[in-house]
């Protein structure tokens, strides 16, 4: 048994296919196949069921993977801690992150890392399933850090730092009702369409828990995957929208108002898994991030 059948069994159960495995480890799939069925014959057990259009664990791969995990963190920190002994970081970072992450500069960030640590390969995605994806990322192990909108109570495993936040405001075209209004309460806005993000999006948990708590009821008629958009569906009459300040612009054809009554904060934050112990290289970004964005609450 080597680290490189653990690397590809580890990969297999996270991505739940043989071929997304390959791709991600960047071999063919052959070698993904033929590396687990080594390994099955070394341990002389099966592993992994493929009986099923997902790939899944036997009860003796279900013992086998908490351990490989261990192992393979274990080697990543040995060879971390000789990287930065000789001549700086080295190794991949994978950070998630929101389609539109405006409340700090992230390029500047990641600029700023990049400098610091040129040898750690950045791998930057962003969710297109939202903050929740990203946390299931996380969890799954197929991303190191996150940059996530999550309001209300944090996720067990999950801590969150965080960074900065956004007022969402009502928008609405210019020639809405509500337009020549500086606000309204969000008991007039029962029966009226909206424009938002898809479910598990941080700008639709957060206006979701607040219609909720009012006990108003609300339409979505559109989702939208990218709020960055919203301003402009919103301008077409589509609907109306809660958006972040920093998506709208100079506004032109639209109407911001202010919505009483409710908590309507958005919040970003850096979210690290608890279930194991970050890289070397997800350590400099935690720090960096924390001294680029002074924490909410710091004096």
Do not use: C
């Amino acid at each position: 048994m080597d680290l490189r059948q653990l690397e590809y069994f580890v990969a297999v159960v996270e991505e739940g296919n043989y071929t997304r495995a390959a791709a991600r480890l960047h071999v063919v799939q052959s070698a993904v196949s033929a590396s687990i069925k080594r390994l099955e014959r070394e341990l002389g057990a099966q592993l992994l069921d493929r009986n099923s259009k997902r790939v899944l664990l036997t009860d003796a791969g279900a013992a086998l993977l908490p351990r490989a995990r261990v192992v393979l963190d274990s080697a990543r920190d040995a060879a971390d801690a000789v990287a930065e002994v000789h001549g700086g970081l080295r190794g991949t970072l994978r950070l998630g992150t929101m389609t539109s992450v405006e409340l700090i500069d992230l390029p500047t960030l990641l600029g700023e890392y990049h400098r610091r640590h040129p040898g750690v390969l950045l791998q930057i995605s962003a969710a297109t399933s939202g903050s929740r994806g990203l946390v299931d990322a996380l969890r799954e192990r197929r991303l190191d850090l996150a940059f996530v909108a999550l309001p209300g109570a944090r996720p067990a495993d999950v801590e969150l730092t965080g960074l900065a936040s956004s007022v969402l405001d009502l928008v609405v075209p210019a020639d809405h009702p509500l337009a020549g209004r500086g606000s309204v309460a969000v008991t007039e806005l029962a029966g009226l369409d909206f424009i938002d993000s898809p479910l598990g999006f941080g700008t639709r948990s957060v206006t979701d828990a607040a219609f909720t708590a009012a006990a108003v009821p609300r339409t979505v008629a559109i989702e939208i995957p990218d709020i960055a958009t919203g301003a402009a569906y919103v301008r077409q009459g589509l609907g109306i929208a809660f958006l972040p300040r920093f998506v709208l612009g100079r506004a032109e054809g639209l109407a911001r108002l202010t919505v009483t009554g409710v908590d309507l904060r958005w919040p970003l934050s850096l979210a690290v898994p608890t279930d194991r112990a970050p890289s070397g290289a997800a350590r400099a970004m935690i720090a960096l991030t924390r001294d680029f964005v002074r924490p909410q609450g710091a004096p």
